[in-house]
Structures are given as C-alpha cells and as structure tokens.
C-alpha cells in the first residue's frame, strides 16, 4: 500500500463528501447556507465506504490515512475507526478529519489485522463494515551503496531513496518517457524486481566505465546522457541504447567516471546548450549524476552542483542486515536526511526521530542557533516580523557510534496576507499563489492570460490583484470576478476526455454563464472541485507563472508546494504601490509590442489573429496561404503580420482581411476527406461561430467541430478538431497589439503611416488631409459650425506635433463609429449633422449621427447627411470641411477633393 495511492483514495474520499455540488439549484436561493436535510440512509454510506477502501486495504509495510466522515447527497454520517491484531502489529492516531493507520515496519513474519468502521448517521442508525490487512514482514537485506569503484562484471541495483516518498526505488530496465523508470511499491514491486547492472570499463581510461544491463527481450542496453531540443527548449535527459557508437546530431556520452567524492556515477557531457534557441551557438561543458528531486519516482540527469538535497542513485548491493555494522548505518541514514531549508510564516513541522531504512538508528534534535523550539520530534516556529535564520542540529545514534547534522533554515515573515478557508458571502478577497519553483507570490487578475487564454492570469504585483468573491451553495462555494456592470465571471473547471486517449484533460476559464463549485481540501490545503468522476484543485506548476486545473492524480503529500501550487484565498493586508512606469514612456526608442486578448470581438474592427506554441512563440497570421496552398501561412514578426475583420452573418461571422483594397474570405472546408483552408473575394459557405469559453472562432463541418489552431513545429494556421485539441497553446485568438505595431498596408505618406483597415476602437489616431498648404491635422478647437479650420472652427495644423488624437467609438451596425478626442478628461464627439449642410459641431453627449468609414473609396462619410470630410488639393486652406458623397474622386476649380483619413499618431 503505497503512501501515494491511499492520499489519492483519501482525496476520493473529499470527492465523496462533496458528492452532487453541481446540481441544478434552479430558484434556491444561492446564498443560502448548505443543506442538512438528510436524503440518504446510513447503508448508503456503508457502500460509499465500502467503495472507498476494499480495494486499497491490503499487504503492505506503508502507513494510510482513512477519512472521519463522508457525505452522501449532502448528509454527513461519522466514522469511528478500530482495529484489531497482535500487540504492535497496527495503531491508530486518529485526528479531527482523518485517521492515521501506522504499521509496524520491523515484523519479522507477515501479521493480519481487521480495520473496523463504525458508521453513525444524523439520526443516530449505525452500520459497520470491516476491511482485512496484512503487515509484511520486514525485508532481511538492505541496499548498501558502493564507496569505491565498481568492479567489472559484478552486478549492482541502481538505486536512490526517495525521502519526500519514504520509499526505496530501483531501475527496472526500462524507460518512463525521457527517465529511466523504477519500481513501484503500489503494485508491490520491491528490490526483487529491480534489473541488474553491470559496468564495462572503457578502453584507455582508468575509473571510467559503461552503465549496462539486459532488458526483458535479452538485449544488452547502454545508459547514456545526451542534451537534446525538444518541446520547445533544450533539455538534459537519459536514454537507452544498443551501442556506445550510436550518435545523434546532440551531444551525448556513455561514459560515467565513479566519483570517489559523491561515492555515485558521473557523467560528463561536451556542448551543452541551453535556453528556448534551437540554433544557439553557445555551449559548455557540464558534469551529472543518475538522480531526481521533489516528489518524482524516476531516474533523470541532473548537474552536479545541484546534487544538495536532491536524491541521488547509487550502485547497492543486498545484504543481510544483521552484517551492517552501526557506523553503516548511522553514516546511511546521515546521508538521506534532510530538512526543509525556507518557510514563509508559521512552522509547525515534524522532524523524523528514528532512522528511515535502520530504525534502530535513533535521532535527536535541537537548536543550535535562532528562536525555535523542538519538543517531541515537533520543530515549532513562531510567525516572525522579519526575515530569521535558525540552525538547528541532528544527533543520530546507533549503539555507540554517534554523528550529527546541521540544517539551516530561514523563515520569511506572512503579515501582510490571511489565508481563508470558510470565505464570507460577497466579501472582496484575493488569490495567489506561491510559485515556489520563481520564489513568488503570483496573484491572480480576474482575466486569462493575454498569452495563453486557456489558463488565468496572474501579476507578480497584488497592487494588480482582482478583488474575488465567493457564493455560498450546498457543499461549498462559487468564487467570481466582477468585470464592468458588475457582471460575475465565475471560475469554471471541466475535465474532457479526448478522442482515442485514455486519459482526461483539463480546462479552467471564466465564464458569465458556467460556475463550479468549490470546496477546500484539508488534507492537501487546496481549492479542490468535482468535475465529473475526478476531483481538480486550482494552482500551477513546474515554472509556469498561469493558473491551471489539475487532477487529483497530482494530489499528494510530496508534491503540494514542491511540484505542484495550489491558489490560496486570502485577504491582503497591505497592498502594493502602483509598479513604477518606464521612464519617458515612448522615449528613446520602440516600446516593446503588447498583445491583449479580445474576449468580445465587434465587426468589422481591426484585429491580429495568433496562436502560441508550447514554447512561447507566437505566430501571427500573414496574409496569405503556405506553400502548400491548404493553411494559412503564420509570422513570427509582428510587423508583417495582416489585420483580420469578423463581417456578421446569420448564425455568426465570416472572416476577412484586406488584400490591398480587395475583401478577402478566409473559408474553412472539405476537400477528398481533407480539412483545408482557403481565401476567396466570394461569399464563403463556412460561418463561424465565437467561442466564449476558448475564445476561438469554431465551425462545424461534416459534423465535426473545428477551431483554427495548429500543432508541432508547424508555422501555419489549419483546422483544429475541437474535441481532440483545443486543451493545446496552439488556439488562435483575437488581440489587439499596442507599442510596436504592423504597418498596415498602402505605403507611407507625407502626413505618415496611411491606414487601410478599419480603425480599432479606443485606438489613438490623427485626422489627416493633404492641400496646397501641405498635410494638415485636426488640432482639436472649434469656433464656427462648419468648417474644420485653424482660424476659429475645428482647426488644421501643418504640425503634426501640434494634432490632436481622435478616436473611434464602433456603433451598432458594423462599420460606422462615433469619433470623438478627449478635452482633458472630457470626452468630446464630433457630430457631422452641424447647422450647416457642411456642418460639424461638438458636443459632449453621444449623437445620433454616426461616421462611416469606407475602405475602398478611403472616406469617412455622416451616415445622415452622406457627406464626407476632406478639403481641396489645390487650395490653401488650412481647414476641414464636408464635402457631398458624389464629390469624392472628382474636381473642381480648386483642384481635386482630397478625403480626409485616419492615420497613425
């Protein structure tokens, strides 16, 4: 009975006391407190009792938690645990929400004992129900590692302790994806299912050897290291071959050099890269050992100087206990011990009082150096109000051979930050989570992530932390954002299983219609909610900084705060200042482009269309097909990407983009059994729909739903099936790009960057039109009713220094807009329905006329009185007047009419 597996059953357990969380509530009152009316008979929870532990009570020398209570269908029924046996064999250590079963690991014969449960409902009916184990017999040999170089043609097991599991692993010839795989105690695999391995020396050096063994198929295998580029980045990993002479295009080695110092197989490797460059030149040379860290069970390469606390494979031999003399042992389990070195608050931690694999090896603790103390085995320290550093120190003992251990360790202050676990009602809270891999505090933002939409956001600022709010219902909470008119974004976790995988997936969003219901996990100090027949908890993991849901496979003891971080709800106690802005803003150069996800797009507004590789990098779409004429030929450059449109449809959009002055379809369909892409000047068969919950355009063709989207080491957009990809980072999205932008298409004139796309909303812009005075640019004032000039009305300038931004407001109907400058604060429209039939005026209230901007004639047209903005080329006039629709393209005696048009800033 692994550790592993009863955590994950005693999270099945939480799963069962929170069992129907996601019903229909239909009118209830959500806010209510949880239901106590009782809908369940105490023989329904015999069986969920029953369901939970027939299965996982069995032989094993591992101790197990079981749970004090479940609820079925929102009633709770009470467990009291017994057991029976021989004296010594198992105790029980009950607490308040759990019963510890601790199992005697010295017996020197297998003992059965009974594990009873007594069940007690609400209304005081009892049942009972009894579970038969077995305690085996403690193992008579031990690993003892080599201290010397190993001998050719002996056999060794490749082995490590791995503390964080409290379990003994050996290599088992074979692989587990890029690691070398081990034995796994839950299937009641020991050191007898570990594969031998030999050493070979290698010709010509002295204390170097080849690591080989035989595999299950009677080949002989080499271990190897190389340093190879995949998923995006360069990795050091471990592989298996048939010979030392098969070489790749990465660095690798067969040769391992026994270290007289670390008493452990090192291997050397020439031309280490790094990083997420596939082509980086720069290389080194770096030195490892067979080994892992956190809370993994198998064997990777990692560098040297990263061997402190991490768990290290050694070449053992079995034998006999009973031959092991104390200074062995006592020097063996030196070598495994290890202390947890950086808290953040309050330290309540267990410290291990007897050896792991030698239990006759007794250990003492006390505190060399700062403000602790360690009173039966406990190591307590008080939350400080600065950084502390306390040493404390280990006296291990075995007879008469004694060695200590010392173990530094720092506490960071938590003042600032209360941790909720029963939330208020409609009460502002935080979330964050601490990124233990970054060493930081991330919180979360109340948006998805402008990078990879299919995971929240977070800043490592709480001055940027959104204020959360949670809903009482029946077995725990809803937590929501609120985003503009108080509209609640629930938190929503589903899990999917995707088409011929064995395996389910994950998704977190926000959404205004879907909510989950949340309850926190004691065990495992979590956010956990049900999602079908799993349990999920929110949180991230490895270095990622995005929040994600995780299955309840990833549970467990060893890997909370280590591998995986959970979010944690809070109430900030002191908020950030704001993060300072850059400095001369805009100054001294290009700001740095920056994308921001569309969650709402509008017709007929100008956006980039992206996706993102796993690896970070972001294609956006170029405008034009690949070579191969089936997908949509992708960019890395920001610059040469090509704005798309949505044109609204019956049942949704189409989506276009502007080749030129051209409206150019980008269709979906099939082809001879094929799913292609294609651009049409047509009317298009495909319409699509906008995905809310991915926020993705999806189209259904031969009843299978697609998404826009891509795979691999592709540099296209293709169909996507939604139900097979769409967990991806490779989903295209909306965005609006600020800082260093695309220049869009139609050249560069005197008045600068001239548009041919129709203008983003809320984007800065200048009005421009070209005369016999030059370029001239709305300057924001106004005197008369008619005219856009400088002398009085709305005037012009020659000084593009001296102009005034305006800005466009999108309408109801695609492709008109209100447009608008900002006097001051004060939002001020300009209305093309003046007193004159030429008339502007302003005003601060939004007006009833609309401007239409037509692309292919470059006007900017009142959709009441179809007049359009522009002056006369030949003229001097240093103004902006409208001119009647049919005057645009011609002349008169002053020249041709020049359309006034929106331009860069």
């Keep these: 009975m692994k550790k592993l597996l009863i955590g994950i059953l005693a999270t099945l357990a939480c799963f069962a006391c929170f069992a129907g969380c996601n019903k229909d509530k239909g009118n209830e009152n ?36 079981v749970v004090n209570a479940v609820n079925v269908a929102g009633v709770s029924f009470s467990i009291n645990w017994t057991v029976t046996c021989d004296e010594g064999v198992v105790t029980l250590e009950k607490g308040d929400v759990k019963t510890k079963v601790v199992v005697n690991k010295e017996l020197t014969e297998n003992k059965a004992y009974t594990l009873k449960a007594e069940i007690t409902a609400p209304d005081g009916t009892k049942a009972e129900i009894e579970f038969e184990g077995v305690v085996e017999q403690a193992p008579s040999v031990v690993p003892q590692a080599i201290t010397e170089a190993p001998v050719v043609g002996e056999d060794y097991l490749l082995y490590m302790y791995q503390a964080q599991k409290h379990q003994d692993l050996y290599f088992v010839g074979k692989m587990s994806g890029f690691y070398l795989a081990t034995t796994n105690a839950s299937n009641g695999e020991t050191y007898a299912d570990a594969t031998n391995v030999q050493v070979e020396a290698v010709t010509g050096k002295t204390n ?37 002479t098969s070489e790749g295009t990465d660095p690798y080695t067969f040769e391992f050099e026994f270290s007289a110092e670390y008493k452990t197989l090192i291997a050397t490797l020439e031309g280490v890269k790094s990083g997420k460059d596939q082509n980086v030149t720069e290389t080194k040379t770096v030195s490892y050992f067979l080994g892992t860290s956190g809370g993994y069970y198998t064997f990777g390469v990692m560098p040297v100087e990263e061997m402190e606390g991490a768990y290290v494979g050694k070449l053992v031999k079995m034998v006999d206990k009973s031959t092991i003399q104390p200074a062995d042992k006592v020097a063996s389990e030196k070598s495994v011990l290890s202390v947890q070195d950086t808290f953040t608050g309050a330290v309540e931690l267990d410290l291990a009082v007897k050896g792991t694999i030698y239990t006759d090896v007794a250990i003492n603790w006390e505190v060399k150096d700062g403000v602790a103390t360690i009173e039966n085995g406990k190591l307590t320290i008080a939350n400080p109000t600065a950084d502390v550093n306390v040493v404390i120190k280990a006296t291990l003992t075995c007879e008469n051979v004694t060695e200590t251990v010392e173990f530094p360790i720092t506490v960071h202050p938590s003042s600032d930050i209360t941790v909720v676990t029963a939330p208020v009602a409609d009460t502002a809270y935080k979330m964050y989570i601490y990124q233990a891999k970054l060493g930081k505090n991330l919180y979360l933002t109340g948006t998805t992530d402008s990078a990879k939409p299919q995971f929240l956001g977070t800043n490592e600022s709480n001055y940027y932390a959104a204020d959360v709010y949670a809903e009482v219902v029946e077995s725990g909470y809803k937590f929501y954002f609120k985003g503009e008119s108080n509209v609640k974004s629930y938190i929503y976790v589903e899990t999917y299983k995707q088409e011929g995988k064995n395996y389910f997936s994950t998704k977190i969003s926000l959404s205004t219609e879907k909510s989950s219901v949340f309850y926190y996990n004691t065990e495992f100090s979590c956010w956990c909610t049900n999602t079908g027949d799993d349990i999920c908890f929110i949180g991230t993991y490895s270095t990622f900084n995005t929040v994600s849901a995780s299955t309840s496979h990833y549970m467990t003891e060893a890997n909370m705060g280590t591998e995986q971080f959970p979010v944690v709800l809070a109430t900030i106690n002191k908020i950030d200042e704001k993060p300072a802005e850059p400095e001369n803003p805009g100054q001294g150069g290009e700001e740095e482009a920056t994308a921001t996800l569309i969650t709402a797009p509008t017709a007929n507004t100008a956006y980039h269309f992206s996706f993102t590789r796993d690896s970070g990098e972001t294609y956006y779409f170029a405008g034009s097909l690949n070579s191969a004429g089936y997908y949509l030929q992708g960019t890395t450059d920001v610059a040469k990407s090509k704005e798309v449109y949505l044109e609204a449809t019956t049942g949704g959009y189409y989506l276009y983009f502007m080749n030129d002055t051209t409206k150019t379809y980008i269709e979906m369909y099939r082809n001879n059994g094929y799913t292609n892409m294609k651009l ?19 189209v259904t063709l031969d009843d299978v739903l697609y998404f826009i989207g891509s795979f691999g080491t592709n540099d296209n957009f293709r169909p996507c099936d939604y139900n097979k990809y769409i967990s991806s980072n490779f989903v295209s999205h909306f965005y609006t790009i600020s800082g260093t932008v695309a220049p869009d298409q139609g050249g560069e004139e005197e008045g600068g960057e001239t548009l041919n796309s129709y203008p983003v909303a809320g984007k800065a812009y200048n009005l421009e039109a070209i005369c016999g005075s030059g370029t001239i640019y709305f300057a924001g004032t106004v005197g008369g009713s008619y005219k856009l000039e400088t002398t009085g009305r709305i005037d012009g300038t020659t000084n593009k220094a001296n102009a005034t931004a305006i800005y466009f407001e999108a309408a109801a109907t695609a492709g008109e807009y209100y447009i608008y400058f900002m006097n001051g604060e004060t939002k001020v429209y300009i209305d093309g329905s003046g007193t004159s039939t030429s008339g502007f005026k302003f005003t601060t209230t939004k007006p009833t006329d609309t401007w239409v901007v037509d692309l292919t004639k470059k006007a900017i047209c009142s959709k009441a009185t179809g007049r359009f903005m522009g002056t006369q080329s030949e003229s001097t006039y240093t103004n902006i007047s409208t001119y009647a629709a049919s005057n645009i393209g011609g002349t008169s005696n002053y020249g041709a009419y020049a359309n006034a048009w929106f331009v860069a800033v």
């Design 30 to 65: 959500e806010s209510s407190a949880p239901s106590t009316e009782q809908t369940a008979s105490v023989e329904d929870a015999k069986k969920n009792v029953k369901a939970l532990y027939q299965s996982s009570i069995g032989t094993g020398r591992f101790d197990y938690e």
């Design 208 to 244: 170097t050897y080849y690591l080989t063994f035989t595999n299950s198929l009677n080949t002989k295998q080499y271990i190897g290291v190389t340093n190879t580029y995949n998923n995006g980045s360069w990795h050091d990993n471990v592989f298996l071959a048939e010979s030392t």
């Design 680 to 698: 049409t000047t047509t009317t298009p068969a495909s319409v699509y729909a906008y995905n809310t919950e991915n926020n993705t355009l999806t």
